[in-house]
């Protein structure tokens, strides 16, 4: 197999690739936040005052990331960050009404480019194409916790 067919065959290439698509995607569709940002505002729409360890479990950024994602989007103005009431070494991190607002205006825009991503796969395949999508994170997850259950 010569080494362009190895990398069109390749998952992990194909998935960056994707990965890449989508992002580009995103940013032209939305220039004031990146997908991570995006993500976090998400998660944090749902988990008022989540500290940073939560939005790594339910975001899937890893640390260092997030922090800079974070120190990002407080600078914007979308959210606040202080520390935790029951953990001086944690910080909890909050939506400022900017960034609700950021998040509502922002959404439908989202949801254009998730609807733009799945047109380009066959009507018929697109449930199982998320379904596939979800399994793959899930079962990502799992195996760099060591398998342990939540």
Same mark, same amino acid.
Request: proline share 3%; net charge positive; glycine share 4%.
């Given at each position: 197999?010569t ?10 290439h194909? /998935?960056? %690739?994707?990965?890449q ?6 940013e032209?569709?939305?220039q004031?936040m990146?997908?991570?940002?995006f993500?976090v505002?998400?998660? /944090?729409?749902g988990l008022e005052g989540a500290s ?20 990002r989007?407080?600078?914007?103005g979308f959210v606040?960050?202080r520390r935790?009431t029951?953990d ?8 400022? %009404? ?5 998040l509502?205006?922002v959404?439908?825009a989202v ?9 380009m796969?066959?009507?018929?395949q697109?449930d199982a194409f998320?379904n596939? /999508?979800i399994a793959?994170t ?13």
């Open positions: 197999m080494q362009e067919k190895s990398l069109n065959r390749s998952v992990l194909l /998935l960056y %690739r994707a990965m698509c989508a992002s580009n995607m995103f032209s569709e939305i004031v990146t997908p991570r940002q993500a505002l998400a998660a /944090l729409d940073q360890a939560t939005l790594t479990k339910h975001t899937g950024i890893d640390r260092s990331t997030l922090s800079e994602v974070v120190q989007i407080l600078a914007k606040v960050r935790s029951t001086r070494r944690a910080y909890t991190v909050k939506l400022t %009404r900017s960034g609700r607002a950021k509502s205006q959404r439908p949801e254009r480019v998730d609807e733009q991503i799945l047109s796969i066959p009507a018929r697109r998320v596939a /999508l793959l899930e079962n990502c997850e799992k195996r760099m916790r060591g398998g342990e259950e939540d």
